[in-house]
């Protein structure tokens, strides 16, 4: 049982934004796949995901009582951890959608590249902690960028340029948090512009294409365009109110591709509509800003770190995958945080939140 000290000092806001996205991804994901002909039960996801949403919400009670402080004495053996299990993918890892990104662990496949998105802000917290006075020059910086480098290649290479710009977003969100020196950080921006041509013969032709298609859909509209366009569409035809949960055309005929993962939000917009997408933004806005204060408020630079490491993932995640559905940015398969359909984001996210109100009951010394 939790005593009451405990209960005292847990974040009531944040944890009512991750209980009622929690909520919201249950009644979407029911929305979108109740007609599933390719599924004896047609609520398979449904099912699934509310069992892992329970399954989290235990591991995140039992965690409170869990000293985070204690993860910066496993920062390291964790990095090595997240190396093997990528890895791994490479090797015993199965292809889905032309990417090697999953392992199959019985009737479970999970995704490491997105746990390594987690241990990642860990170690990179543990790390910058040690370093957070030699952030000044271009030689400061070199082995943070390795550090960072070789899990961002391995997850390069399956190939998921999503997670490999969360990456990014994680790394630069926690240098700044860290004290970087501006100019120095405004240069590694310059410099990063200045390397995108050479960035793009590394690409996958599939992620060429729909880097192309971004500006001009149009041009392959029954091919790397078709996300882009029904997405739009959907969104589009919800207009204020929304056309009502499961009467959203576009998603129950099936013309708008993964419509219970990357693209839920159009079906959201589509079924619920403007008002519906508002809720949704509205939501996750208080959610990422009492994570802010929480980064804030921590008792050491180590839990400001991780709170902050958090912070840049879950925004840069919401801002992806929304601008990727209304068609103002390029898609590259990030997860809307909560509420899209899959195990392993669901998990990542969710002991990110864990982490965060441990972080926040312990901003004082608590006796248990």
Same mark, same amino acid.
């Given at each position: 049982m939790?005593t ?7 974040d ?5 934004a991750?209980?009622?996205?929690l ?6 994901i029911g929305?979108?796949?109740h007609?599933n002909t390719?599924?004896?039960d047609?609520?398979?996801y449904l099912?699934r995901?509310g069992?892992f949403?329970?399954l989290?919400?235990?591991v995140?009670v039992? /965690?409170?009582y869990?000293?985070?402080?204690? +993860?910066?004495?496993m920062a390291k053996?964790?990095?090595?951890v997240?190396?093997?299990l990528?890895?791994?993918v ?5 292809s889905?959608?032309g990417a090697q990104r999953?392992i199959q662990i019985g009737?479970?496949s +999970? ?9 990642m802000i860990?170690?990179?917290a ?6 957070k ?6 030689r ?7 550090y960072?480098?070789v899990?961002?290649?391995l997850v ?7 997670t490999s710009l ?5 790394l ?8 970087i ?5 405004f240069s590694?921006?310059?410099a ?7 960035f ?5 032709d599939?992620?060429k294409?729909r880097?192309t298609v &971004?500006i001009?859909?149009g ?7 078709y996300h882009?366009i029904?997405?739009?569409i959907a969104i589009?035809?919800g207009m204020l ?7 959203g055309?576009?998603?129950q005929?099936?013309?708008?591709p993964e419509?219970?993962?990357? &693209?839920i939000?159009a ?5 619920l509509?403007?008002i519906g997408?508002?809720?949704v +933004?509205t939501?996750f806005?208080?959610?990422i800003?009492?994570s802010?204060q929480?980064a ?5 630079? &180590?839990?400001c770190?991780?709170?902050a490491?958090i912070v840049?993932?879950l925004t840069?995640h ?9 068609g103002i940015?390029?898609?590259?398969g990030?997860p ?5 359909y899959?195990? /392993?984001s669901?998990?990542?996210n969710?002991l990110?939140?864990a982490l ?6 312990r901003r004082?010394?608590l006796?248990?």
């Amino acid at each position: 049982m939790l005593t009451n000290r405990l209960l005292r000092s847990l974040d009531y806001t944040l944890i009512g934004a991750t209980l009622l996205l929690l909520a919201i991804s249950l009644v979407m994901i029911g929305s979108a796949t109740h007609i599933n002909t390719a599924s004896e039960d047609r609520y398979w996801y449904l099912q699934r995901q509310g069992l892992f949403a329970l399954l989290n919400i235990v591991v995140l009670v039992v /965690s409170l009582y869990w000293d985070y402080q204690q +993860l910066a004495r496993m920062a390291k053996g964790l990095y090595v951890v997240n190396l093997i299990l990528l890895l791994a993918v490479m090797f015993v890892g199965h292809s889905a959608l032309g990417a090697q990104r999953w392992i199959q662990i019985g009737p479970v496949s +999970l995704q490491p590249s997105e746990f390594s998105k987690l241990i990642m802000i860990i170690s990179l917290a543990q790390m910058l902690d040690e370093r957070k006075d030699r952030l000044q020059t271009w030689r400061d910086l070199v082995p943070i960028f390795a550090y960072v480098g070789v899990p961002f290649l391995l997850v390069m290479k399956q190939p998921d340029l999503g997670t490999s710009l969360v990456f990014l977003a994680i790394l630069f969100g926690m240098l700044y948090v860290a004290g970087i020196n501006q100019r120095l950080l405004f240069s590694i921006f310059g410099a990063g512009v200045a390397a995108m041509p050479l960035f793009w013969h590394v690409l996958k032709d599939y992620q060429k294409q729909r880097l192309t298609v &971004f500006i001009d859909p149009g041009a392959d509209p029954l091919g790397s365009g078709y996300h882009i366009i029904q997405s739009k569409i959907a969104i589009g035809s919800g207009m204020l109110t929304g056309k009502g949960l499961f009467e959203g055309t576009q998603s129950q005929l099936k013309f708008l591709p993964e419509n219970h993962t990357d &693209f839920i939000f159009a079906v959201i917009g589509e079924e619920l509509g403007f008002i519906g997408c508002l809720l949704v +933004l509205t939501v996750f806005f208080v959610l990422i800003y009492r994570s802010l204060q929480i980064a804030l408020g921590a008792r050491d630079d &180590f839990g400001c770190l991780l709170a902050a490491g958090i912070v840049s993932m879950l925004t840069f995640h919401v801002l992806v995958n929304v601008g990727m559905t209304a068609g103002i940015m390029p898609v590259t398969g990030i997860p809307l945080p909560f509420i899209s359909y899959g195990v /392993s984001s669901l998990t990542t996210n969710m002991l990110s939140i864990a982490l965060l109100l441990n972080i926040y009951v312990r901003r004082q010394k608590l006796f248990f």
